[in-house]
């Protein structure tokens, strides 16, 4: 009774570990959880308080399909001053994040056309092109070569049937950060092709060594065909409040908000004002997160350092390492082992894809004692 098209799609893997790790908590096991990417900060205060406020104050009644006009227009403004993105309020579009990219595919790809995406990389954008009826091309990315997507490895995987270009920087799994070079080669892919360009800039507020974040649809001629997507989960520690935006050229945006009016209606009223009020407030929470997540990476990295069956560079950006790991194991049974000895929680590589096969996530979105501990107890079941 299940169509096939779902049953063409894989379950996440990182909330299957998820889950598995929340049933050995109920069961009494002392499990430190590397698993999701989800900053362990509370919201902070001013955004609470502006939700609440709109909940006090009656602000639950629909929304026109897009989203609140004073956050489209609070997103627009910070997207040209901080990303030089040319756009307007009305390219604006409020939707959970996840949903956002849904609809992105959903709106652009048609029956049979491929998506170029990199390998490795986050486990729902392949399941969202198989459920639009596209097929996705993997672009295979190194350690070597820091997990960039190059224009030069994209370029000899483009065919009649490319649509689309599908990347994200920084990069969940593997914390990695395009150059700039690398955002202007894949935008003269684009142009020269006449492809679409779906850039996953969620994590561009988290991102270390004083390197700066570049929007593909700030280059030249680019804003007329990217959809660039962002969100509050990771920058603001609001993942349970499920809001997010994109930015689209207006031919791609009615298609975009179609769906959104035939799914969702629209993203959740009164969280909306809360989303105005990180947009619009202090900075300095963020600050202090990304400063926090800096430390902890280079914690890890200290730490992995004692591992001498692990390898990885140091990540760019995001809070995520991708160690390759020694033995016969594949990743799944690797992370499974991890989890049943030393009682630790973390993503087998490949489900990002087949190059993360060999390689784990550990996601360092927690307290730096859980990543002493995580850490250690994988140290002592390795050796």
């Not at 063409?8 to 959880?33: F, N, P, W």
């Not at 390689?359 to 730096?368: D, E, F, L």
Request: net charge neutral; glycine share 8%.
């Amino acid at each position: 009774m299940i169509a096939e098209r779902v049953k063409r799609v894989q379950e996440s893997g990182t909330m299957r570990m998820k889950e598995l790790a929340g049933q050995k908590k109920a069961e009494g096991k002392k499990i430190i959880s590397f698993t999701v990417g989800e900053p362990d900060f509370d919201t902070p205060k001013h955004i609470v308080e502006a939700a609440k406020k709109a909940l006090e104050e009656g602000r639950t009644r629909y929304l026109d399909a897009p989203g609140l006009p004073a956050l489209r227009e609070a997103i627009a403004k910070e997207a040209k001053e901080y990303n030089g993105i040319p756009c307007e309020t009305s390219n604006v579009l409020i939707a959970p994040t996840k949903h956002a990219i849904f609809e992105s595919i959903m709106a652009t790809v048609n029956e049979g056309e491929e998506v170029i995406m990199p390998d490795p990389s986050w486990v729902t954008y392949e399941p969202c092109v198989v459920l639009a009826g596209g097929k996705s091309v993997p672009c295979t990315t190194t350690e070597e070569g820091e997990w960039r997507m190059t224009p030069e490895a994209v370029a000899e995987l483009i065919t009649p049937k490319t649509k689309m270009i599908l990347y994200n920087s920084p990069s969940n799994p593997c914390g990695a950060v395009e150059t700039h070079d690398d955002i202007r080669g894949i935008a003269d892919l684009a142009k020269d092709h006449n492809l679409v360009v779906l850039a996953d800039e969620v994590y561009e507020k988290i991102i270390f060594d004083g390197l700066k974040h570049h929007s593909i649809a700030a280059e030249p001629g680019m804003m007329d065909r990217t959809i660039t997507i962002s969100g509050f989960s990771k920058t603001f520690a609001m993942t349970g409040w499920r809001l997010g935006w994109l930015i689209a050229p207006k031919p791609i945006f009615k298609g975009i908000n179609k769906i959104q009016q035939h799914s969702i209606t629209h993203a959740t009223s009164f969280a909306q004002y809360g989303a105005l009020a990180a947009m619009t407030g202090p900075t300095e929470p963020v600050k202090e997160m990304v400063k926090e997540f800096q430390e902890r990476r280079d914690l890890i990295m200290e730490l992995m350092k004692e591992i001498p069956s692990f390898r990885c560079d140091k990540p760019k950006g995001a809070f995520y390492v991708f160690p390759r790991y020694e033995g016969d194991m594949d990743s799944e049974k690797f992370a499974l082992h991890l989890m049943d000895r030393a009682e630790v929680a973390v993503t087998g590589g490949a489900a990002f894809g087949k190059a993360g096969e060999k390689h784990i996530r550990i996601s360092y979105a927690t307290n730096k004692q859980n990543i002493r501990e995580g850490m250690d107890r994988i140290k002592k079941i390795l050796a």
